[in-house]
C-alpha cells in the first residue's frame, strides 16, 4: 500500500465538524485548511495521510450523527483527489461503520478501528468488539480492498477488565478476526509505544504493525525494524502539540530522520 517498508503517515486532525459543539459553520475554511495540511505533508515526503474527526469533542459511542458521515465524505474525497497518497480515516468515537463508508465512497485505502476485538472501556464508556459486523459489511460492500488497522489496547482507555490477556495475544486475536493490521500505541496522544512491547506483537503476528502515537524524529529508530507504518501527528505539528497546524519544518525533519532508518 504505501511503496516502501516503515512508511511515514501523516495525520490531520481535522477542525470541529457540523454537529459538534465547536463547529464555527464554515465548512469551507475546514476543507481548505485540510486541504493546506495535507500538502504540507505529500511536498515534505510523507507517504500516506489518516485523517481524524479529533476535535468533534465530546464524542458519541459507537457512531455519529449523519452530518458528520457527510462532511468527512467531502474532505476525504477532496483530500483524495488533491494528494493522490494513501488515505486512511478514523471517525471517533468507534464509528467503524460510518468510516468504511466514507473509505468506501471516496476510495481511501484503509480505516483505523478502534474497538475491533475484546471489550475495553473509553472516555465514552464501555466499547464492545465490531469485528463481526464490520467484517461482513466489507464483504458485503465488495471492498476487500480497503484494509483494517485496528487499535489493540487502545490509548485513552482501560485495559483492567482484559488485564489478563496480553497485548501480543490481542494482536493474534485481530488477526484471526481478519485485521490487515494491528496499531500498537501509547497510554495516551503523544505518548510513545513501549518497542518491547512492538517488537512483542510483530512476533506475534504475520499481518502488518503500526506504531500509532509518540513518533519523533529522534525515537524512530526504535520502531523501525519491527513496524510497517509509523502514524505521526503530534510531532509534525507546532510546538509538538496535536491541536496545533501543521509544522512544515518539523515534517522536514521527520523525513529526514526516515532517511537514515536502517535497511530492513
Known amino acids: 500500500m504505501f511503496g516502501k517498508k516503515c512508511a511515514l503517515i501523516g495525520v490531520i486532525h481535522i477542525p470541529a465538524l457540523p454537529g459538534a459543539p465547536g463547529y464555527d459553520g464554515n465548512l469551507e475554511r475546514i476543507l481548505d485548511e485540510c486541504c493546506s495540511e495535507s500538502l504540507i505533508y505529500k511536498e515534505e515526503g510523507f507517504d500516506a495521510l489518516i485523517i481524524e474527526n479529533t476535535h468533534d469533542v465530546p464524542y458519541i459511542k459507537g457512531r455519529v450523527d449523519p452530518e458528520t458521515t457527510a462532511a468527512m465524505s467531502v474532505i ?63 464483504y458485503n ?34 488477526e484471526y478476526f481478519k485485521a490487515d493490521g494491528v496499531i500498537v500505541t501509547g497510554s495516551r496522544t503523544g505518548e510513545a509505544a513501549d518497542p518491547q512491547e512492538v517488537r512483542s506483537v510483530r512476533e506475534a503476528v504475520s499481518i502488518a504493525v503500526l506504531i ?34 501543521v509544522d512544515r519544518e518539523r515534517c522536514k525533519r521527520l523525513i529526514a530522520a526516515s532517511a537514515t532508518l536502517p535497511p530492513v
Open 141 to 174: 460492500l465488495r471492498s476487500q480492498d480497503i484494509k483494517i488497522f485496528a487499535d489493540i489496547k487502545k490509548k485513552h482507555s482501560s485495559h483492567a477488565i482484559t488485564s489478563d490477556i496480553s497485548l501480543a495475544e490481542t494482536a493474534k486475536d485481530a
Open 76 to 138: 476525504a474525497c477532496t483530500l483524495k483527489r488533491e494528494t493522490r497518497l494513501p488515505i486512511g480515516i478514523q471517525i471517533l468515537a468507534g464509528a467503524n461503520i460510518e468510516a468504511l463508508a466514507v473509505a468506501h465512497a471516496a476510495s481511501l485505502d484503509f480505516i483505523r478501528v478502534e474497538g475491533f476485538v475484546y471489550a475495553h472501556i473509553g472516555d465514552e464508556g464501555i466499547h464492545e468488539s465490531c469485528a463481526a459486523e464490520l467484517v461482513r459489511k466489507r
Open 212 to 245: 500509532g502515537s509518540g513518533v519523533t524524529a529522534e525515537n524512530m529508530q526504535d520502531y523501525a525494524k519491527n513496524s510497517d507504518g509509523l502514524i505521526i501527528g503530534s510531532a509534525a505539528k507546532f510546538d509538538g502539540h496535536w491541536s496545533k497546524p
